[in-house]
């Protein structure tokens, strides 16, 4: 217990310090969202209407900065995170309520399939170190690792969209179709969601091939994997219920860091395929010089990577109690 109230205090301390950073940093360049808007229509918009767009932004210039800050720790509490400049007058909110289940649906998902099926041929590799699959999988997956998101993303679109079985390659589902819980909408989400999932798999499944079969060789060499195999223990069990759950346990920190991340988005997959996640909208946002939006995305990726980390380190206390003491 005590343990979780520590890294309870520091997740709690961190985020404040990322929370009055957010808030900091936009006022510390020249003027706000409301002049930038103003001076991106080139005069088009009156210099009379500065007010009521800094009050539809929540800008409040007259305001202490003290006043400000603890606005904005009140709205941004209460889901209120301003008005996005490039698809005016759309709440971020509403933007990023809309595409966060797409991010979710593609990268979470994914991800987790990355770690799942990475993590399995890394411990059967290192178990049968020598064999085909340790001398094959792991550096060929490993090499697709150094390669871009955007570089296998475009090498699909040609192989499996343009000259292949032309799976889609933009959007989420068909725009002759309407959202509906069914298996025919079920299936063009799916066959959607195909090619930006497999670049994910391809460059990212290599990272946890590498690092589960590094734990795993570590792990095999301790004294009670040789006591286990000297007490006659089945292979399956001694692979599994003691060398791969300790070699498990580094790599929750970087599934946590990976599960954090996700609220980004993989944001040159989903820009390459027009996929309206997190990540797409991000790019969107630096294009468009739209701070609000920009700042809420970063805000709440700090959020999910910190709350990550959090969960990964009570998890890793429940597991291994010997990280209490050193925590």
């Known amino acids: 217990m005590r343990f979780a109230l520590r890294r309870l205090a520091f997740f709690l301390g961190t985020l404040w310090a990322c929370l009055t950073l957010n808030f900091l940093l936009p006022r510390l360049m020249p003027g706000n969202p409301a002049e930038a808007l103003i001076a991106k229509f ?10 009521p767009l800094e009050i539809a932004f929540g800008v409040n210039t007259h305001a202490s900065l003290i006043q400000q800050y603890f606005d904005y720790l009140r709205n941004t509490a209460t889901g209120h995170l301003g008005i996005s400049l490039s698809q005016l007058p759309t709440p971020v909110s509403q933007i990023i309520s809309n595409a966060l289940p797409w991010t979710l649906g593609l990268v979470g998902v994914t991800t987790l399939l990355a770690f799942v099926v990475g993590t399995s041929i890394g411990i059967v590799g290192a178990w049968r170190r020598g064999g085909w699959l340790d001398n094959v999988l792991p550096p060929v997956f490993v090499i697709t690792s150094a390669i871009p998101f955007f570089w296998i993303g475009m090498l699909l679109i040609v192989a499996f969209s343009l000259h292949g079985p032309h799976l889609p390659s933009n959007g989420t589902f068909d725009n002759t179709m309407l959202p509906a819980f069914n298996l025919t909408f079920i299936l063009n989400l799916l066959q959607h969601a195909l090619l930006p999932a497999a670049a994910i798999l391809i460059t990212s499944i290599g990272l946890w091939i590498l690092t589960m079969r590094n734990n795993m060789v570590t792990v095999l060499s301790e004294d009670y994997i040789k006591m286990a195999r000297a007490k006659g ?4 069990r001694i692979m599994f219920d003691y060398a791969a759950r300790n070699a498990m346990l580094p790599s929750l920190s970087g599934l946590a860091m990976s599960l954090g991340f996700v609220l980004g988005g993989s944001v040159l997959v989903e820009y390459v395929f027009n996929y309206p996640g997190l990540g797409f909208w991000l ?5 468009g010089e739209d701070y ?4 809420a995305l970063f805000l709440l990726i700090t959020l999910a990577v910190l709350l990550a980390v959090l ?3 009570i ?5 291994d109690p010997r990280t209490r003491t050193a925590g």
């Open 311 to 313: 969960l990964t380190d």
């Open 42 to 51: 080139h005069g088009r918009i009156s210099a009379l209407a500065l007010k």
């Open 292 to 295: 609000p939006l920009m700042q």
């Open 315 to 319: 998890l890793n206390a429940v597991l």
């Open 233 to 236: 223990l089945p292979g399956r």
């Open 283 to 287: 790019v969107q946002a630096v294009e």
